[in-house]
């Protein structure tokens, strides 16, 4: 009776891991996408609005000198519109299915409604509404958590927002600089 018990606590111990160790990665693939699917939400919300449209920003005070600290930065990357948008990206998680690597079994995340109304090859991705819920959840942790580095990315940078802002500034893809970066 004891030779049966200590065989089976060595593996119900490693299966116990195991699923531990699934877990955690899920939990990781799902921040890391949605990440990806913030930052191309974000990157697509911008590219919509008018580059040509400028905002005044800095003191509208007048220094001793009689000048003031105004100067004009495009719309589309001020601080009050990136946080305006912000406010509603995460909605947009509901586009998102997921796709399973059969070759990594990593989780990944795509857009499965299209923006312009074309149809899409939904294939390979599985559209679960608990997926969806989680993406959202994720996308509102990540934008409640890291507001300043967003707003900073995006008012800044225009050139690999994703690598840079979802693994190298917030760690949130360890396996990130191994996908291409069209991917999510």
Not at 148 to 159: M, P, S
């Amino acid at each position: 009776m004891r030779k049966p018990i200590l065989f089976l606590t060595p593996c119900v111990v490693l299966c116990l891991l195991m699923n531990l160790t699934q877990g955690a990665r899920q939990g990781q693939d799902i921040k890391c996408g949605a990440c990806r699917a913030l930052v191309d939400e974000m990157e697509w919300a911008i590219s919509q609005i008018d580059p040509k449209k400028m905002i005044q920003t800095g003191s509208f005070r007048i220094n001793p000198d009689g000048s003031q600290s105004i100067r004009e930065v495009p719309l589309a990357r001020s601080e009050g519109n990136l946080l305006e948008l912000m406010e509603n990206v995460c909605e947009r998680m509901q586009d998102y299915g997921e796709h399973v690597d059969p070759s990594t079994n990593r989780k990944t995340y795509v857009r499965v409604t299209s923006r312009n109304g074309e149809a899409m090859d939904l294939t390979e991705a599985k559209l679960d509404s608990r997926v969806t819920s989680s993406l959202k959840f994720a996308c509102e942790t990540i934008v409640e958590q890291n507001e300043d580095e967003v707003i900073e990315f995006f008012a800044h940078e225009t050139d690999n927002v994703k690598d840079k802002l979802c693994s190298k500034r917030t760690d949130l893809c360890d396996h990130a600089l191994k996908m291409h970066h069209d991917e999510l």
